[in-house]
Structure formats: C-alpha cells, structure tokens
C-alpha cells in the first residue's frame, strides 16, 4: 500500500497545481436524456442480445444476462410497492447518484426479480445510503468488502428465501435476485465500475449476490430485528459488510464449537486485518445444529458474545513492527479504548474491542456448519420492510 500512495503522490500534486488545459477551461456538458432506448434485432433472441452487449458496454450491468428494463416490466415491478415511483431512498456512493423507487425497480427488472421482492430491495437500499453505513468504503475500498443482506420474519417465508443447505450458492430465486438486484444498483446508481472507482484487488463471487440469504424460523434465539428493538412479528432486511467467509464444520460440544469459532477468527485476523486492529467487526452464521447444542447448554447470543471477547486473541509477539505503530495510533485516534500490556511480548490481545463487534445469526442447514465473516469499519443496519402491496407481511 505505502509504495502506491508514494507513486501517486507526485501525479496528484502535478494535477492540483498545473495550469488548466483549454478543454479543462471549458469543458464539454455532460448530457443527460430521459429517452427511450429503442433496440432492434432479426427477432426476440437477436434484440436481447443487444441489449445486453449495449448495457454491458455502458457500465449499466454486471456481465451477466440480464432482463431487458421495458417499460411494460418497469411499471409491473412498480406494483410490488405503494411508494411512490419519484420517491428519493437515498444517494449511492461513491458518485451519488439517486436511488429512486422507479430506478431501484429498473434495475431490479434487470436483476430478473419478482415485483413481490421490491420492498426487500428498497429497504436494503435505503441502509446502505444511510450516513450511518459506510457504503463509499464499501464500493471503492481495495478489499473486497461487499454486502450481505440477511432477511428476517414474516417475509422471509412468504417469499421463499433460503435459510437452510446452500442458502449462499445457487437454486433460489429470492436470494439471487434480490441480491443481484441491489449489487445492480450499487454499479448504475453509484457510477461503480472496477478499474475507475472499484478498486478491489481481486473481487469475489459473493458481490454478484451479495450473500443473501434469510435467518431461520427455527433458531433458538431472537433474529437480528428483536436485538436491534423491532416487534417479534416485523419483517426486517439487515445489511452488513463482509470480506469472506471461513467456514467450519468441526465441533459436536459446546465448548468445541466456540473454540472452532475463536480459532477461525484469529485466522481471518492473521490473515488479513492486522493493520485495521481495532476496528474488526465480525459476522457469524451459526448453524442451526451448532445454534441448538450451544442453546440446549444454556449459551445465549449475549453470553458467546463475551465469550468470544475473552477467548479469541492473538499474542503481540506476532504483530510486526509497522503493525505495532499502527496499533499505536489506533489506540491515539480512539479506535481503542485502551492499549492493553503490549510491553509483554507475550500479551494476548483480543480481536474485537468490544463484544458488541460480534454479530450473531442462525442459518444454514441442520448439519454441523457456522460461518465466520470478518469485515472494518461497518455499522450494521437493518431496517422494517413496507410498503409492500402483494404480500401479506411488509405492508
């Protein structure tokens, strides 16, 4: 990182302190048309194709197929909602963009979602262009941080979404709709287009979908919309930021499934955050075997919380010397609350500052499997899904 921020230093001052060029003096206005695109071809498949290839080439897709947004689809995708079409929802980083209801519905035709999945979208959105929730380090951040939208309640069952074996891959509709729904977004509203203001360094699979999925209807717990103060009955959508997952199947005890758990994340830490010390959130999706064990043992999401406070650490002998001053000054900026004994080389240091940095969900199938997620610098947000007109729950 510091031999790109030295190479850029010099273009950037170049830039701020030369002299305009004649087009920088008056450059040409962007032009902006409300018009209707009208693509042809030898037949129905021929146009499609266009349209694709079109939309691709203007940054306006993500690379696969999408449904070409007619106006016949957009006005059908507008029925799922009783808010109004010029309703703004928010503005999308990092070029800030609108996120109207209307768009939000072009671009969740184009994403081949059902008009029954249109307030789950326009929720979602309105999260992630909240001041609360860093959507710019999301979007243009070098990891590849992406979202992952969790779906709970009354909702989560009308529409289908799974919750069980392979919620994160393939075979439902809702969860890879509605993800890749609002992953279009996030490129056409925010302007976001790896290369120009996309910088992960290598990406991955999961911002095609944004891992959603929804919690399960069995957990022995509260889902995420009681802890965070909505009724039992609401149906809320969540969104969080994640890097990637660590997924673990090991562990038959209690005690064994909280120690994998703290073993997978002083793994994700080991390998990726050292530097963001401090300010590590992690995400975890127990499964609903590893829930029920840990529940029949008397464990509630408050008391694994602290206990993967206390238990996972990592030793200050394995911190390097940049990282240590960057450990410092975390500590002089207030990421920290406080520099623990790092004189002793063999202090244990815990991953998170506080065990509220851990958030706890159930999904998954009912075999043994969590999955530890890890992520900086993020609030979750979740929010009560309205305004829905053709399901029961949302209205």
């Known amino acids: 990182m510091i031999p790109l921020v030295l190479g850029a230093i010099d273009s950037i001052v170049n830039a701020l302190t030369s002299p305009l060029t ?11 048309t409300t018009e209707t695109l009208t693509i042809t071809g030898e037949d129905y498949v021929d146009a499609a194709e266009a349209v694709n290839q079109l939309f691709l080439e203007r940054t306006w897709s993500d690379g696969m197929s999408i449904v070409p947004p007619t106006e016949e689809a957009v006005q059908r995708m507008l029925k799922g909602t009783s808010r109004s079409p010029g309703e703004v929802i928010g503005t999308v980083a ?7 209801v209307e768009k939000i519905a072009i671009n969740a035709v184009m994403g081949g979602a059902k008009p029954e999945y249109l307030p789950v979208i326009i929720k ?13 380090h999301v979007q243009a951040s070098t990891g590849g941080s992406t979202p992952m939208v ?20 393939y075979g439902w509709r809702a969860n890879a709709t509605i993800g890749r729904s609002i992953r279009l977004c996030l490129i056409n509203l925010g ?50 930021a994640v890097e990637h997952g660590y997924s673990l199947a090991s562990g038959s ?74 450990l410092k000054q975390n500590v002089e900026q207030g990421y920290i609350p406080e520099l623990w004994n790092v004189e002793d080389e063999n202090a244990l240091l815990p991953i998170v500052t506080k065990p ?40």
């Open 22 to 32: 004649k087009e920088e003096e008056r450059p040409t206005p962007i032009e902006t």
């Open 150 to 169: 969790v779906i709970s309640g009354p909702i989560a069952t009308e529409l289908n979404v799974n919750s069980g074996i392979n919620m994160f891959g």
């Open 253 to 326: 005890e209690p005690l064994q499934i909280l120690e994998s758990i703290a073993r997978a994340m002083e793994q994700e830490f080991r390998a990726y955050h050292f530097a963001s010390y401090g300010q590590s959130y992690y995400n975890i999706v127990v499964g609903l075997t590893h829930a029920n064990k840990l529940a029949q043992a008397g464990y509630t999401k408050d008391s694994i919380r602290s206990w993967l406070y206390e238990h996972a650490r990592v030793s200050y002998s394995v911190f390097a010397q940049q990282d240590r001053l960057k």
């Open 94 to 100: 990092p070029a800030g963009g609108k996120a109207t």
């Open 191 to 240: 302007h976001n287009w790896p290369g120009i203001n996309r910088m992960a360094r290598l990406g991955q699979p999961g911002e095609f979908t944004c891992w959603t999925f929804s919690e399960h209807s069995s957990s022995p717990w509260t889902p995420l919309g009681v802890d965070f103060g909505y009724g039992p009955n609401d149906s809320t959508v969540a969104v969080l």
């Open 124 to 136: 979602a959105m309105e999260v992630m262009t909240h001041d609360d929730w860093d959507l710019t």
């Open 356 to 395: 509220d940095n851990i958030v706890i969900m159930v999904a998954g199938s009912e075999q043994n499997g969590t999955c530890v997620f890890q992520d900086v610098r993020f609030k979750i947000g979740i929010r009560v899904i309205d305004g829905a007109t053709l399901t029961k729950a949302g209205r």
